[in-house]
């Protein structure tokens, strides 16, 4: 099987292209199967805050054509690739609620659950963070990711390699931090909700080989000492980032014994062979 569970859409507002040119570019990698996970973003902000602070999610009046035009070309591609239907959805610890009236209206495949901000230090995007202290914030934001996959909301935890591919990691804290890793990998396992191995983590791990500790390596290391499940996706925001380095990355994934995936179908999951 090969297939990309982590696919963007100009409804978020920020990538590229037409839909059709991700699936286009998916059946040209060869994939049986592509995952549209298009960014929910601030659906727990006010109206006022909204006005204030960027949105990087789609309209929520959008997300029923969103649906709708997946619902369509699933039609027209069915004898060539399998198109599934996901969200990329902003956990907050609280808004539960809040997302939970929005899930009950719309049918999906899967959903990804991802951490962009931290309300405890700032409403902004986790890249703008300019505070000095990043210990807090990692612990923090490790703790959001346990919380999300013990709300039983997801069907996989995106790319949790997120946090330190903007914030510096405290390398004097470096046996704290691979714990934090192991505890919300077992979190996971343990709520039968699967880690997502992003490309982007992966291609960032390459960029930065020559720091002292490669966290993405370790995080596959740890995956595969659990035995935990994965997705796997390429963050793509442009048709031609469809799959993009997943021949080296789904090398790398064997390397470490991870051989399997899972997909999903209306919101069920099935375990398949990588490659």
Known sequence: MLADYHVHTP????????????????????FQEIGFADHLGRYYLS???????????????DIFRYISELSDLKEIYADQIAIKTGLEIDYIEGAEELL????????LDFSICSIHCLPRFSWEHLSDYKGKNTIPVYKEYFHQARSAVKSGLFSSLGHLDYIWRYIAFPEEKHDEL????????NAALQNQT??????????????????????????????SKNHAPITIGSDAHDPSMVGKSFPNLIKMLYK???SSMYCFSEGKAQLQQIG
């Open 100 to 107: 939970l009236r929005i899930l009950d209206q719309v049918s």
């Open 194 to 223: 699967c880690l997502e191995v992003n490309a982007n983590g992966y291609l960032w791990s390459r960029a930065n080989k020559n720091n002292r500790y490669n966290l993405f390596e370790i995080f596959l290391e740890l995956i």
């Open 47 to 61: 109206q006022t805050q909204k006005k204030r602070y960027w949105d990087w999610g789609m309209n929520e009046r």
């Open 256 to 258: 470490n014994n991870i």
């Open 11 to 30: 409804y978020c507002g920020h990538a590229k292209g037409k839909i059709i040119q991700y699936i286009e570019s998916a059946i040209q990698f060869g």
């Open 178 to 185: 691979v714990d934090e890793i192991n505890n919300t990998i």
